[in-house]
């Protein structure tokens, strides 16, 4: 016994030895790809010395002689912290995942090389003006170089991703920035979504009336440029204003419905400044990852400094602001995607009808390499309105006739993409008008850009609108037949017509998503818009005030007051507040009473630290529920946000919408309170089950967690636990700080869209300004900056958005020095 005993003994020690040697070596190799920012490096490519320093926060100042070097050290920094990323995005859009990851990413790859966004990029390298052309080329050959550097001195692959997937990298090139902006227009598209939506349930319901309650038009003018302070009736802002496809797999880059992008940006005029210098905030909302999708980044050019958020990959400060100019970017909704019926011919399915008879489809193979499996051939086929998408994607086959199939037209499937020149651009102009008039090269995807300047501020549209006839039959809010002539894009719309607010009367523009304009098709911009709540907030903060600060645009950026809170729960609430005596303790009447007294003196506050937040959250889920389950069935699960207008007609009784709240299965007729208090008895079971009973001890943030997830190992075990972020924030669906929620079960709170960026620029005091990322800076997770920003950004904390290079230098983590070979 005591013999086995020993050799135990000895059997579990080696195994333990054995698995500690192993942690130590994975460690090492690991270890061995942090950069090493104190360093000398000679490199080819460079006309002139490269200094980048690091300041206290990892954020690159690259200091250089020429613009093109200065392009090289971005390229170098972005592949320094973020190559495997940047690896990711560029495999992405060339629909060649499945080499990486297998059968996983297959379906991926399939829907990128419909789209043929790689081979559109490769030919918009011809597009770019000479200027690009030179940031292009010179950021590639800073990307290679680092390249160059990790292999040629064995620093461990570049990143720890590569030691699980295969290391081998292709030199960058200008096509493939090209190719990453296209991706991040595919990530910010979601109108083919929304005609196929509201195709399905046009088809399930039948009835128009009740097509307009789920799916509202946003009612009034739009809001952008505020009337002056002074002309409003006093008091106007003391009180508050109310009013199916199968799984796709890993890396799938569509947006889910109400995930196609949001942001806020607005800027003050100097006479609405404290300062008397202009002011702008913008906060890009976009799906949360570890890392994030933001770099923040300064480079020296021959124009003066340039600061802010920039995204790896492409070679351009996206938002910031330079020494003379600042602006920010948001989504701005232009409907860009329309979907076609494409007739097949039935004697010929090689060819498509179109007004001048039988066209044959362009087709190209394609085929896709998979990792241990047979490679997949695929047919890519083009009509005159644009790619064929496979019903299996899309829920397309769920609203394509027997006989047809589908083709999309959308603006990024432009082989003249501009859009990097003016992105480029913007860094080197030196005016509101300037930035305007260069802007005319944007494409695609649309965003309404918010511009100062020392003395202006501007708002405009950029980006490509389709030019649609008036006659066309759905007005591009549904597929249409594809041979029609009515029914195709009859080009773009002057840029001239994109609305814009220069210079306003009132001294503020701003952007939520919220509608703009007020224009009939087709000049219209959109029948749907990201917001409809946000920006009643908005106004009223802006209003409140004769004149803004830097700190009351930060308020503005971190508040998390939910107007739709305050709209809806006197309205689903009414028949319920006062229930007569307290009912026994334990019972469901109870804890119904319970939670409605704590609603009923709760300010609509969206505090990571309130139980109201949640008990509202999850009522008006399991309202909306009830409200849709029993008329469209399972459509119902699409449906996954709730919809503020849709609950404010059905409960206002707005055209008969309170026909929702009867239940047509059962035989007596139910009220909108009947079902606002079963819904409530709904909730308050759901809560209970997965948070617990005590109502006072809930917190939001314990559902409305942050979720920053590796995009490849998010999912593993073990190594989860260290690439993903967790945090508990404030914030919601509808407020400033937007927290938008994944709406799925089993954690349908979970905020997982929001502003990975926030800056806010005085051009008073311009190094006073501010900004911020959601993570860090670097991409390994072994680094210190991998989510050393994390708390501040929770926190609503900001660091310096400095020029000064005094300031970097103070405390910085390293200074690397390019050298020419």
């Known amino acids: 016994m005591a013999f086995l005993f020993r050799w135990l003994v000895r059997l579990i020690s080696v195994a333990l030895l054995l698995g500690m040697l192993g942690v130590v070596v994975v460690y090492y190799l690991a270890s061995r790809s942090l950069p090493d920012y104190n360093r000398d490096v000679t490199v080819a490519g460079l006309e002139e010395p490269v200094e980048i320093v690091r300041d206290n926060s990892n954020v690159p100042h690259i200091f250089a002689t020429t613009d093109a070097d200065a392009f090289f050290g971005l390229g170098y920094v972005h592949a320094q912290d973020r190559l495997w990323q940047m690896t990711l995005m560029r495999r992405t859009a060339q629909g060649r995942l499945s080499e990486l990851f297998g059968t996983r990413t297959v379906e991926t790859d399939k829907l990128l090389r419909r789209f043929d966004l790689y081979m559109l990029a490769r030919q918009s390298v011809e597009a770019q003006d000479a200027r690009t052309m030179m940031a292009l080329e010179a950021y590639s050959a800073g990307v290679n170089a680092r390249i160059d550097e990790i292999n040629r001195d064995s ?40 005609e196929v939506l509201r195709a399905r349930t046009s ?7 009740r097509l307009s309650d789920i799916l509202p038009d946003l009612p009034g003018e739009g809001v952008a440029a505020l009337p002056a302070y002074a002309e409003l009736a006093p008091g106007i802002g003391r009180g508050t204003l109310f009013a199916e496809s199968t799984d796709p797999g890993l890396l799938w880059p569509a947006p889910p419905r109400g995930l196609a992008g949001a942001s806020n940006g607005w800027a003050a005029a100097p006479d609405r400044s404290a300062s008397g210098g202009t002011l702008l905030a913008n906060d890009p909302h976009l799906g949360l990852t570890a890392p994030t999708i933001w770099y923040l980044a300064r480079m020296q050019l021959s124009t003066g400094g340039v600061i802010g958020g920039s995204i790896p990959g492409i070679p351009a400060i996206m938002v910031g602001r330079s020494e003379r100019l600042g602006w920010g970017l948001t989504s701005a909704y232009l409907d860009d995607q329309d979907l076609h019926l494409e007739e097949l011919n039935p004697d010929n399915p090689e060819e498509y009808r179109t007004p001048d008879g039988w066209k044959r489809f362009e087709t190209r193979r394609s085929i896709v390499n998979i990792k241990d499996s047979p490679p997949v051939t695929l047919t890519l086929r083009w009509t005159e309105n644009g790619p064929v998408i496979p019903g299996t994607r899309y829920d397309l086959q769920t609203v394509t006739p027997p006989g047809h199939v589908m083709s999309l037209s959308w603006t990024a499937l432009s082989s003249e993409d501009s859009s990097a020149s003016a992105a480029v651009g913007l860094m080197f102009a030196s005016s509101v008008e300037e930035a305007v008039e260069l802007s005319e090269a944007y494409v695609a995807p649309a965003q309404m850009l918010t511009l100062i300047d020392r003395d202006k501020i501007g708002m405009k549209l950029v980006g490509h ?218 909730a308050l079971v759901w809560v209970g089950e997965k948070y617990g009973t005590d109502l006072e001890s809930l917190r939001w943030g314990d559902a409305h967690q942050a979720a920053h997830t590796h995009t490849v190992l998010g999912d593993v075990p073990l190594l989860k636990a260290f690439v993903n972020i967790r945090q508990s924030t404030s914030g919601g669906d509808f407020t400033l700080q937007r927290g938008k929620t994944s709406g799925r079960d089993p954690n349908p709170f979970e905020n997982v869209h929001a502003a990975g960026y926030r800056g806010v620029y005085d051009f008073a005091d311009p190094d006073s300004s501010v900004f911020i990322s959601a993570t860090g800076q670097s991409g390994h997770f072994l680094s210190r900056h991998y989510d050393n920003l994390g708390q501040l950004w929770r926190r609503g904390e900001y660091i310096p958005m400095s020029l000064d290079p005094d300031l970097a230098r103070a405390a910085s983590v390293g200074i690397t020095r390019l050298s020419p070979r």
Request: with cysteine; aromatic share 8%.
């Open 465 to 682: 609108a389709p030019a649609r006839d008036p006659r066309h039959q759905s007005q591009g809010r549904l597929p249409a037949p594809g041979w029609r002539a009515e029914n195709r894009w009859q080009g773009r719309l002057p840029y001239a017509d994109n609305p814009e607010f220069i210079a306003p009367e009132g001294g503020i523009v701003g952007n939520t998503n919220n509608k703009v304009i007020d224009r009939p098709f087709p000049e219209h911009v959109s029948f749907d818009w990201g917001d409809s709540q946000r920006v009643q907030r908005w106004q009223t903060m802006m209003q409140n005030r004769g004149v803004h600060t830097r700190d009351s645009f930060i308020e503005a950026q971190l508040d998390t007051v939910s107007v739709a809170a305050r709209t809806l729960l006197p309205l689903i609430g009414a028949d319920l507040w006062f229930t007569g005596e307290a009912a026994p303790e334990g019972t469901p009447d109870r804890q119904r009473q319970r939670a409605l007294e704590l609603l009923a003196n709760w300010s609509g506050e969206m505090n990571e630290h309130l139980p109201e937040p949640l008990l509202y959250a999850a009522w008006l889920r399991a309202l909306q529920e009830r409200l849709i389950r029993d008329d469209i069935g399972p459509l119902a699960d699409k449906y996954d946000h709730v919809e503020p207008l849709f609950i404010e007609r059905v409960f206002r009784d707005i055209d008969g919408a309170s026909a929702w709240c009867d239940i047509k299965q059962s035989a007596r007729e139910e009220s909108c309170s009947d079902i606002a208090r079963l819904a409530l008895d709904d």
């Open 155 to 194: 620093l461990g692959r570049g990143a720890p991703e590569f030691f699980l997937f295969d290391p081998t990298l292709a030199p960058w090139q200008p096509a493939d920035s090209l190719a990453v902006i296209k991706l991040m227009a595919l990530q910010l598209s979601g109108f083919l979504s929304e």
């Open 203 to 209: 088809l399930t319901l039948g009835d128009e009336d």
